[in-house]
C-alpha cells in the first residue's frame, strides 16, 4: 500500500514559479520511480516527468524545455515538481504516480499508485 498525496498547487499569472510536493508513505524500499502527470479540461492524461528514487536519473517531456524540474527529498520522502514560466497551457491537474522498479515510464498504464491531484490555473 502507498499512498501519494499532493500539494502547491494554485491560481497563478503567466510566467509565475508553482513548486508542487508530493508526499509519499507506505513505500517498503527505494526501487519505485515516481513521476507526474496532468491532465487539463477536456484533454487526456499526459506525461510531464519521471524520476528513479534511488539513483536520481530523470526523464522530462518535450514539453518541458527546461520549464519543469523534479526532484526528490529522500528525508522527507516527498516528491517535488518545480515549475517556472509558467504558461496558461499549462493549467491542469497535475497528479503524482509511483510504480515499484527501475525504468522511467512516459505511459500512465505504467504506473499503479496516484494521488488526488492538484490543481494548477494560470491566467494570462
Known amino acids: 500500500q502507498v499512498q501519494l498525496v499532493e500539494s502547491g498547487g494554485g491560481l497563478v499569472q503567466a510566467g509565475d514559479s508553482l513548486r508542487l510536493s508530493c508526499a509519499a508513505s507506505?513505500?517498503?524500499?527505494?526501487?519505485?520511480?515516481m513521476g507526474w502527470f496532468r491532465q487539463a479540461p477536456g484533454k487526456e492524461r499526459e506525461f510531464v516527468a519521471a524520476?528513479?528514487?534511488?539513483?536520481?536519473?530523470?526523464y522530462y517531456a518535450d514539453f518541458v524545455k527546461g520549464q519543469f524540474a523534479i526532484s526528490r527529498d529522500n528525508a522527507k520522502n516527498t516528491l517535488y515538481l518545480q515549475m517556472n514560466r509558467l504558461k496558461p497551457e499549462d493549467t491542469a491537474v497535475y497528479y503524482c504516480?509511483?510504480?515499484?522498479?527501475?525504468?522511467?515510464?512516459?505511459?500512465?498504464?505504467?504506473?499503479?499508485?496516484w494521488g488526488q491531484g492538484t490543481q494548477v490555473i494560470v491566467s494570462s
Open positions: 504516480t509511483a510504480v515499484p522498479g527501475f525504468t522511467l515510464y512516459y505511459h500512465e498504464s505504467r504506473y499503479v499508485y
Open positions: 507506505g513505500r517498503t524500499s527505494d526501487s519505485y520511480v
Open positions: 524520476i528513479n528514487w534511488m539513483t536520481g536519473n530523470t
